[in-house]
């Protein structure tokens, strides 16, 4: 599907619920309603999966001439290797480690079949499209960077957030960018771009709230809490670019973050200041000497479950890649109430943060944000990050079936060792995949029951239509990619005692940046009382990306989980006759 065919509604019916509580209450009003080609309506029980498309023209750079990072000062410049067409454009991140290409976000409604059809897309506002001016909305994601644009219903399931920049579309290094009121003078990209969270409702209109979190990286996830009177995101993502010591708001722009919504344009929205954390951990909870002040806290996958905020790491050599979950039960001696050691279980009386963390300014150099609030949920592993034995883990999305079955996406170890036909490391993994954890009520502790992996093909290359084959000089191996293990995942759980999981595939290659390979989007039932792998459970692919597609988040549309009455009465809010 081309950027021109977005927002088509692809033979969708306008005799349907929506369409006509749409027309009642555009009458009541005593409005107009658009035509059928204006109009966006998410149904609800349909997936919603998040993409990008590469479509930066080859002269926005001139190999041999275009020094990177742009605005680079001397001693800071490298130049670049390879002009602007994809694939080969990203083999200049071997030698600017901050490269990075904007690219627009597209939204897919998709049926819950084994084809996948794509019902609509919506493409998210952006310069690319035509009469999208400088001052508008608008919001891209950085193309190759794999861990952006995670999908999360909000908690009143009305509408599904994400996150991406405030910039240009085919502007290079913005995911490495200052953030304008958090300038790292060390980072070697010197750009300033404001972090966007969005939300898109059930009528396909999209709310946008910059921030001045993730200087230096990258938002990658977000989710509404507007729940309860609630109403805040609660974001994850990685902060800092540069040297160490990291400035101050670095250090409070890393990891959870809490944003409030803005009903402003974004033209319009104030600077909205210095980053706001709303979690926080060290790994001198669990007895470590402390690292990196900022980076235990890389965390990329997200959660709300039965009210706790749950977050994963799974990359970098800071911290520990685990499970972490946020205590907002108290403190005891400086730690967090449920964790004395590092690890625990939530409260069972737990609420959400609704606030920020207080912390003292005075200790974000030597201790980062205090008080700590954050615990490795028990039974997780807890060794660093940097340590060989035991085996790694490498977490990113997560999804409750249960309150004790957790299954834990797996990004694998990205190892690109090949033997002539087979990516070899990727191959002998054990724990890469879809990992199923249970809970012993007894001990309070999780444990691993097994790794689905069949149907995945770990380390095996495939092919794409219209891709390079063969092998990539810059690297000496194949462009062709293979599966390394899951990223992003959401799931369903079903009347017969299954669980129905989609997931996002991560990949290893011989790709200048593996974040740029085509991927695929899988599913696969699991049963979920089984506590021994099953025999007969396989992954099958619903969706492999095109070349120049890379496939990013996967969720529920708007709406989903809503019984008739809820449904009925947020689109009637929606257009102004909110009932009691």
Known sequence: ???????????????????????????????????????????????????????????????????????????????????????????????????????????????????????????????????????????????????????????????????????PNSTIDVSNSNTPDVVDPTNPVPGTDFRVVASVDHLGQFHFTKTNAYSGNNGRAAILNNAGGANVYYTTGNAGNGSNPQPNGVIVGAGAQIIT?????????????????VGSFSVTELGDKADKVGKDTNFRGLTVFNNVIYTTKGSGSNGVNTVYFI??????????????????????????????????????????????????????????????????????????????????????????????STFTGAAAQTTAGLQKWVLNTTTHTWSLAYTLQAGLNLGVPYTVKNYPTGINAATGLPWAPATDGLRNLTGQVNANGTVSIWAITSTVSGGGDQGADPNRLVTITDKIAATTLPANESFSTVRTAKSGEVLRGISFTPGTGLSPGQEISSLLCDFGICLP
């Open 1 to 167: 599907m081309t950027l021109k065919e977005t927002r088509s509604l692809r033979g969708r019916s306008l005799s349907n619920t929506r369409f006509a509580l749409a027309l009642l209450a555009s009458t009541a009003l005593g409005g107009t309603l658009a035509f059928a080609d204006e109009i966006t309506f998410f149904a609800p029980g349909h997936l919603l999966l998040s993409r990008s498309v590469y479509d930066a023209p080859a002269s926005i750079i001139t190999p041999g001439v275009t020094q990177l990072p742009p605005g680079c000062t001397p001693g800071n410049c490298v130049t670049a290797t390879a002009d602007g067409t994809y694939p080969t454009v990203f083999n200049n991140v071997m030698v600017d480690a901050s490269f990075g290409v904007t690219a627009p976000i597209l939204l897919d409604e998709m049926l819950i079949v084994p084809s996948g059809d794509v019902v609509q897309t919506i493409q998210v506002p952006n310069s690319s499209e035509k009469g999208v001016k400088t001052t508008a909305d608008q919001m891209v994601t950085s193309f190759s960077s794999k861990s952006e644009i995670g999908l999360n219903l909000s908690l009143d399931r009305n509408s599904v957030s994400f996150m991406g920049y405030l910039a």
């Open 327 to 420: 205590d907002t039960s108290g403190s005891a001696n400086g730690k967090p109430a449920a964790c004395p050691t590092g690890s625990g279980v939530p409260s069972p009386s737990a609420t959400l943060p609704t606030t920020p963390i207080a912390f003292n300014a005075a200790n974000l150099q030597t201790q980062g944000v205090t008080p700590l609030n954050m615990c490795v949920l028990s039974g997780f592993p807890t060794g660093l990050a940097k340590a060989t034995s035991p085996v790694p883990l490498f977490p990113f999305g997560v999804f409750f079936a249960n309150a004790t079955t957790l299954y834990v996406a797996d990004e694998g170890n990205g190892d690109t060792t090949f033997n002539g």
């Open 261 to 277: 919504p803005s009903k402003l344009a974004l033209a319009q929205q104030p600077d909205p200041g210095q980053p706001t954390p």
